[in-house]
């Protein structure tokens, strides 16, 4: 029986895995300058602070390294207060499962202030018990603090939990915790779908899907 269901948010009820990918080129055209090609690939392993010393250098910007940062820190902070859309069928899944008695938390890695303001402006916070993050939590997705952590205070078992997660590493961290894991498909987000969607018990296109879907559990067939 499902009594309780964790949401990731960027790239499951969030359609922000965009900016992620884009937040060096973006901050560049925002200054009028013209990024190289491959930017992002460049900056993917870098930290923040590693990514701004990047652009500061590599394109001798007047701002300093710490004003770079600051700079992407303000922008990616207004992205979400002001412009990330929810993904579609995001509010008739938090919807349908709050009918069914089903509690809801989010575990995410993004920082708590950008995601509750992205919630409350698109209607979803509500629906949310509690919201973790993994910087308070202390530890990342790579362990199952969040998402165990999440189950408690939903009063939930693992094996009761549904876990929605649209990264490969996070969803087999959930799955080996015993949680009931729905691999979510991204655009912008996993590149090993094909992994994503061997590693999930359900893997699903879209939110929609999610909804409809069966999910085949122990113990019976429950209904999204």
Excluded: C
């Amino acid at each position: 029986m499902t009594k309780a269901a964790v949401f990731d948010l960027d790239g499951v009820l969030l359609d922000s895995m965009g900016i992620w990918n884009d937040l060096g080129a973006r901050y560049l055209r925002n200054l009028g300058v013209t990024p190289e090609e491959g930017l992002n690939e460049i900056l993917f392993s870098m930290s923040m602070e590693q990514g701004a010393e990047y652009l500061h250098t590599h394109y001798a910007l007047p701002q300093s390294a710490a004003e770079v940062g600051a700079g992407i820190a303000d922008m990616l902070r207004d992205f979400y207060f002001y412009e990330v859309p929810a993904k579609d069928g995001a509010a008739a899944l938090l919807a349908a499962l709050t009918a069914r008695g089903v509690k809801l938390a989010a575990a995410t890695s993004s920082p708590r202030e950008h995601v509750t303001r992205a919630l409350e402006r698109l209607g979803l916070l509500g629906y949310f018990t509690r919201l973790f993050t993994t910087a308070e939590v202390g530890v990342s997705k790579h362990e199952p603090t969040i998402y165990l952590l999440a189950a408690e205070a939903l009063h939930a078992a693992p094996a009761e939990t549904l876990v929605f997660e649209d990264s490969l590493y996070a969803l087999k961290t959930a799955k080996a915790a015993g949680f009931y894991t729905i691999g979510v498909y991204d655009a912008d987000g996993e590149t090993d779908q094909a992994g994503l969607k061997m590693a999930a018990d359900l893997y699903v296109r879209d939110l929609h899907e999610a909804r409809r879907g069966p999910a085949r559990r122990a113990g019976g067939n429950a209904r999204l």
